[in-house]
């Protein structure tokens, strides 16, 4: 049935913000560029993705949105929606095909993206790594080895020494606990490993990457140097002790180990109990790497979790089904776990460090020409949870929608739909929902 009710709109924009307040939107590499490809070379998502029952129909990023010819189409849409920014990734699979030797076409490629962002009045704020490790290196032991995080310091010298002059911004890993738990203790993630020393082991490697890369760019006087978290409100499933600790758990490993290292050089001792059986040898020495300098810190919030005491090993807690309307995703909308999280990290981490929504979005079932009314209202209660931020005092700098474009959506194939823009994956046509016209007019330029 055709929908006749008017468009919807935002209820706030950018007349309600500070100034200087950033309006941005972000994509990944692996999940739009195609990286068949310029060169690049094969990921352990590509190996991942072949292995039946582990990614929808065993796709891949191959061609995904074909972004690596369509650039300047996709850049057009950035600057037409009115974005300030572009939260855009590095391949590292791109720029060095075995982890290690330089594809000049892959440097070229980024060289190229980010002077057409500069071109069209739009800030480059670049991710290095947002999960597509070199296949090569996952054959050497990926994150569960210190050769990992010692690699990434190198191609990010590299990739800094190529366009860093030209960033606005930069954080070395997008949502280190991705990379870390989801990918070798749940398994859920490549390269899928599913064990609690894998687990551990990563945690602590991939926090490692972190603090050498980060100490890289100060070496090279790289300018706003940052981080990029993922974080989720972590609430007990009932008011009983044991349902409490299990959400505390929860959000040590999920909420509190990476950002407490980056800020305060030390792991949080209740994770720790679980963790230290199986923490690399000598990981101590590496707290003070881990904590760098920060010029921003990086906020990816989608949703809140429940969790109940479980009866398995450590650590034992349990994710429950909320109340909430759910995403396609399956994810509860709870927009005041954003402003929980935000003056949280403000109150107990981060101080006066600008924060940046680097990722806020929602999954819907979406078809060109339909007003996708869920993600309008999904981004306008989240704008309003940083607006009740800022009024606490939180420093927030700026907000950054996921997706601008429909992807590949890692596990989950192409059946995802997080765009503000549709995209036909047969055709490659891009189509603007009606979430990207309502942000673009919320956040008109006077």
């Not at 590496?286 to 009866?311: E, H, K, S």
Request: proline share 7%; net charge negative; aromatic share 12%.
């Amino acid at each position: 049935m055709k929908d006749t009710n008017p468009l919807p709109e935002l209820s706030v924009g950018r007349a309600d913000f500070p100034e200087g307040f950033r309006l941005s939107t972000a994509t990944s590499a692996y999940q739009i560029e195609g990286h068949a490809f310029g060169g690049a070379g094969p990921t352990h998502w590509d190996t991942f993705a072949s292995i039946p029952g582990k990614v929808a129909r065993e796709e891949d990023g191959a061609v995904a949105c074909d972004h690596y010819h369509r650039w300047e189409e996709d850049l057009d849409l950035i600057a037409a929606g009115n974005f300030d920014a572009y939260r855009f990734s590095t391949s590292w699979a791109r720029v060095m095909p075995d982890g290690v030797t330089v594809n000049p076409e892959g440097l070229d490629f980024y060289d190229r993206l980010v002077d057409g962002m500069l071109e069209r009045g739009i800030a480059p704020m670049g991710t290095l790594y947002h999960w597509e490790l070199p296949e090569a290196l996952n054959q050497r032991g990926g994150w569960l080895v210190r050769e990992t995080p010692e690699r990434f310091a190198e191609f990010t010298r590299v990739v800094a020494e190529r366009i860093g002059d030209r960033l606005h911004a930069v954080a070395p890993i997008n949502e280190p606990w991705c990379v870390a738990w989801l990918s070798h203790y749940h398994g859920f993630h490549a390269p899928g490993h599913a064990s609690l020393e894998a687990g551990v082991r990563a945690m602590h490697h991939v926090a490692l990457a972190h603090g050498l890369s980060a100490e890289v760019l100060h070496g090279m006087g790289q300018r706003g140097v940052g981080a990029a978290c993922n974080f989720e409100y972590a609430l007990p499933a009932s008011d009983t002790d044991a349902d409490r600790a299990a959400a505390r758990l929860y959000d040590g490993i999920y909420n509190r180990w990476f950002v407490q290292a980056m800020t305060q050089g030390t792991y949080p001792e209740d994770v720790l109990e679980g963790f230290a059986p199986h923490m690399p040898e000598g990981w101590e020495a590496d707290l003070a790497t881990i904590r760098q300098p920060l010029d921003w810190f990086g906020v990816n919030y989608y949703t809140c979790q429940r969790l109940a005491a479980g009866a398995g090993d450590w650590p034992g807690y349990q994710p429950v089904p909320g109340p909430l309307p759910k995403t396609a995703m399956g994810w509860e909308i709870c927009p005041e776990g954003l402003a929980y999280i935000l003056k949280r990290l403000h109150g107990e981490f981060t101080g006066d460090v600008p924060l940046f929504i680097t990722e806020n979005g929602l999954a819907n079932a979406d078809q060109p020409g339909r007003p996708d009314r869920e993600r309008i209202a999904y981004t306008d209660a989240h704008l309003h949870a940083c607006l009740d931020a800022i009024r606490a005092g939180v420093p927030l700098a700026g907000y950054t929608a996921w997706s601008l474009m429909d992807n590949y959506e890692w596990t989950f194939g192409y059946e995802k739909r997080f765009g503000l823009v549709h995209v036909d994956f047969e055709t490659q046509e891009r189509t603007p929902k009606a979430s990207y016209h309502a942000l673009a007019r919320a956040f008109a330029r006077a």
